[in-house]
């Protein structure tokens, strides 16, 4: 009876920790060509207040340049290495056309498409960090040889696995944020 019960905490221990909402997806090696920036802060200085889950919630505003000819489309992911469980993506994004330069605060323009990300919703989700150290919060734009293959109900981890697999290119903007 003692074993039975052990292996059915080891088991139910198991099922939470996959369920955490954490991801582990293994980037592969791509070109950082594209130039992401932000007028709302700088690369590797704090996220803003008002962008976070203490604040008014709102995605910050995105630049981007050096998207390469013949791009298919653009995705972005934006992702907190430091998330207690594993990796939390805050948003994905895929859909954007190749000749946009950037996102407006708050907005995502017609014709692309969220999806759900670690909370399980399709939206921004910003930083929300536990008590301790400030986290990273990557802001990746993806330049796509072709569109990636992604349900719209994917898992993220699947969905930032796909649109790795259909990246010719990336670059990237860490922000941080703490509570």
Not at 102 to 118: D, F, H, I, T
Not at 124 to 145: D, E, I, K, N, S
Not at 164 to 170: H, L, P, T, Y
């Amino acid at each position: 009876m003692r074993r039975w019960v052990l292996v059915l905490m080891v088991g139910l221990a198991g099922l939470a920790a996959c369920s955490s909402g954490g991801e582990t997806v293994r980037e592969r090696d791509l070109p950082e060509r594209i130039n992401v920036s932000s007028a709302a802060f700088a690369d590797g200085a704090a996220i803003p207040r008002r962008f976070t889950c203490t604040g008014e919630n709102l995605s910050p505003p995105l630049r981007w340049s050096g998207v390469p000819e013949g791009t298919a489309g653009v995705a972005l992911v934006v992702d907190d290495p430091d998330a207690p469980r594993g990796t939390f993506v805050h948003w994905l994004v895929v859909g954007l056309d190749p000749a946009s330069e950037g996102l407006a605060e708050g907005a995502v323009p017609a014709g692309a498409r969220q999806l759900p990300n670690s909370s399980g919703d399709a939206a921004w989700t910003g930083p929300c960090p536990p008590g301790g150290p400030a986290h990273h919060y990557r802001f990746t734009v993806y330049a796509l040889a072709r569109e990636p293959e992604v349900a719209g109900d994917a898992d993220p981890g699947a969905a930032v696995e796909a649109i790795e697999a259909a990246a010719s290119a990336r670059g990237r903007l860490v922000g941080t944020f703490g509570r």
